[in-house]
């Protein structure tokens, strides 16, 4: 079982909106920086945002204000909640954990990935 698991994946129409989680098994994420990425095909992955233990945020800058991500620690989970998509965000969007947002990328704690599809 991997670590974490996202969901709330789907197909929408452009200016839709979708809000997906990620669930941590296994440990605590109160600790932890988790970020959100995200790989369409034939492209590299991309950092989409990320939020830190104490809860600062930072996004990609193609995010533009649509997307807003979240963490309840109560419910070992974090969100991001996207509006307006465009075809432009079909892609697999997966989440990692790690110490800090600078260094999310070379964690270990990785999940298995949900598809976002927009289209019309």
């Known amino acids: 079982q991997l670590p974490l698991r996202e969901s709330g994946g789907g197909s929408v129409q452009p200016g839709g909106s979708l809000r997906l989680s990620c669930a941590a098994s296994?440990?605590?994420?109160?600790?932890?920086?988790v970020g959100w990425f995200r790989q369409a095909p034939g492209k590299e992955r991309e950092g989409v945002a990320c939020?830190?233990?104490?809860?600062?945020?930072n996004y990609g800058d193609f995010v533009k204000g649509r997307f807003v991500i979240s963490r309840d620690n109560a419910k070992n989970t974090v969100y991001l909640e996207m509006w307006h998509l465009n075809p432009e965000d079909t892609a697999t969007y997966f989440c990692?954990?790690?110490?800090?947002?600078?260094?999310?990328?070379?964690?270990?704690?990785w999940g298995q990935g949900t598809q976002v599809t927009v289209s019309s």
């Open positions: 990692a954990a790690g110490p800090e947002c600078t260094v999310i990328e070379s964690t270990e704690l």
């Open positions: 296994g440990f605590t994420l109160d600790y932890y920086a």
């Open positions: 939020i830190s233990s104490t809860y600062s945020t």
